[in-house]
């Protein structure tokens, strides 16, 4: 099956400063990747939409400005959590769906990463 | 949006039993989708259901999407250990291509 590659896979870091990760499609193309937020125990909340090419979509409550998201490509979304807090700290997942699908197929995890702010 | 609410949060089962967790939505839903995360994993696809009424099974799960398409279950006969995770159901409408996560299910098995 189609797999999205997320990484880096754990990351710690100190308050204030910016951490990158990177979410790719390995085998298909997609317009459109989600970025959620998963608290332990808890579901998967949405936080945006990235769009390749065009600027994504913040759901309510999220701040842009503190979670930058770049689609510069067909097979790449990067999030940015920048000046990150210890309360920024938490599990981040992206999904992916196939170009080819349209807008309902399904969505194809990447593995999630974990970020821990000291 | 939609709000997908599912039922129970926490499922604890013995080993054999069966179990159904439930998702409901505010808003009637264009198709529905189960996905499930092992502990410690990321959600994989299970299946998904987009006709009014549909029944899917995949070996002891069935899948089943309501009549007014609102409201969707899965249902797992003689529960295995390897039935451990969370299973999340997932709803969107016909104008909004978002999908929205119920909290999940985590069902944990006594063997």
């Known amino acids: 099956g189609a797999v999205v590659s997320q990484h880096p896979s754990r990351v710690i870091c100190k308050s204030g400063t910016s951490v990158k990760i990177e979410c790719r499609s390995l085998?298909?193309?997609?317009?459109?990747m989600f970025w959620y937020r998963q608290f332990p125990k808890q579901s998967l909340m949405l936080m945006a939409t990235?769009?390749?090419?065009?600027?994504?979509?913040?759901e309510q409550g999220v701040e842009k400005d503190k979670f930058l998201i770049n689609h510069a490509s067909l097979t790449l979304s990067t999030l940015t959590v920048t000046s990150a807090h210890p309360e920024d700290s938490s599990f981040y997942i992206c999904s992916a769906r196939d170009l080819a699908s349209g807008d309902t197929g399904e969505l194809f995890f990447g593995e999630g990463s974990r970020l821990t702010v000291l | 949006g939609q709000q997908v609410m599912q039922i129970p949060q926490y499922q604890h089962v013995q080993e054999g039993e069966d179990f159904t967790t439930y998702c409901n939505s505010s808003t009637t839903l264009s198709n529905i989708q189960w996905y499930k995360q092992r502990p410690g994993g990321h959600p994989v696809f299970l299946i998904q259901l987009v006709k009014s009424g549909e029944v899917k099974k995949q070996k002891r799960l069935t899948f089943q999407f309501g009549e007014a398409k609102k409201n969707s279950s899965l249902h797992i006969t003689a529960t295995q250990t390897t039935d451990v995770g969370t299973y999340f159901c997932a709803g969107s409408s016909s104008n909004d291509y978002k999908l929205s996560f119920g909290a999940g299910t985590t069902v944990t098995v006594r063997a």
């Open positions: 085998d298909f193309q997609a317009t459109t």
């Open positions: 990235s769009n390749e090419g065009s600027k994504a979509t913040y």
